[in-house]
T-cell receptor
């Protein structure tokens, strides 16, 4: 299993450009999430999905769009990049346990995005 | 709303001495709690998790954590620090009873001195 993969690893954008960060998992997990990591703030949830065709907003969704057409893929779109979106982005997948509690989240290696 | 407080932004210990990283949480539901570690310029790795089984949870690399409901705490400990333990540590609570919407603490940076 490759686990959770993210592309690209690094990206530099100019203000106003759009782009898509790719995320894929091969563990057949129901849940997928996108986080951004900024110094001193831990990881903050951008969007998440509880299954194909179902997405919801997290703590910091503005400026980002997601869709989930398959179980495996969960791309994150930046509509019009701004310097405030300079960050490291992590994708994660997880599952529910038989008891209903949270399963382990598995993280991708991250994408370091700089917006000039 | 769920939240996580990590009481120390930076902890420094000497190699071979005990490690204590503190975490307090608030949750409307019976929480699932996790500790993750992130080494410099790396991704996140699960250390251990609590999901309503035993209150003392053992993880990888000699770490363990104790869930104390009365104190709403989930502190991470290790009896003897190793240089390779130097990293950022995140306490995480699952913010709903479906096991999704994880909330991260701000992190504690652990330094290990020779």
């Amino acid at each position: 299993n490759a686990g959770v993969t993210q592309t690209p690893k690094f990206q530099v954008l100019k203000t106003g450009q759009s782009m898509t960060l790719q995320c894929a998992q091969d563990m057949n997990h129901e849940y997928m999430s996108w986080y951004r990591q900024d110094p001193g703030m831990g990881l903050r949830l951008i969007h998440y999905s509880v299954g194909a065709g179902i997405t919801d907003q997290g703590e910091v969704p503005n400026g980002y769009n997601v869709s989930r057409s398959t179980t495996e893929d969960f791309p994150l779109r930046l509509l019009s990049a701004a310097p405030s979106q300079t960050s490291v982005y992590f994708c994660a997948s997880s599952y529910s346990t038989a008891s209903g509690g949270a399963g382990t989240q598995y993280f991708g290696p991250g994408t370091r995005l700089t917006v000039l | 709303a769920q939240s996580v407080t990590q009481l120390d932004s930076h902890v420094s210990v000497s190699e071979g001495t005990p490690v204590l990283l503190r975490c307090n949480y608030s949750s409307s539901y019976s929480p699932s709690l996790f500790w993750y570690v992130q080494h410099p310029n790396k991704g996140l790795q699960l250390l251990l998790k609590y999901t309503s089984a035993a209150t003392l949870v053992k993880g990888i690399n000699g770490f363990e954590a104790e869930f104390k409901k009365s104190e709403t705490s989930f502190h991470l400990t290790k009896p003897s620090a190793h240089m390779s333990d130097a990293a950022e540590y995140f306490c995480v609570v699952s913010a709903d009873n479906y096991g999704q919407n994880f909330v991260f603490g701000p992190g504690t940076r652990l330094s290990v001195l020779p």
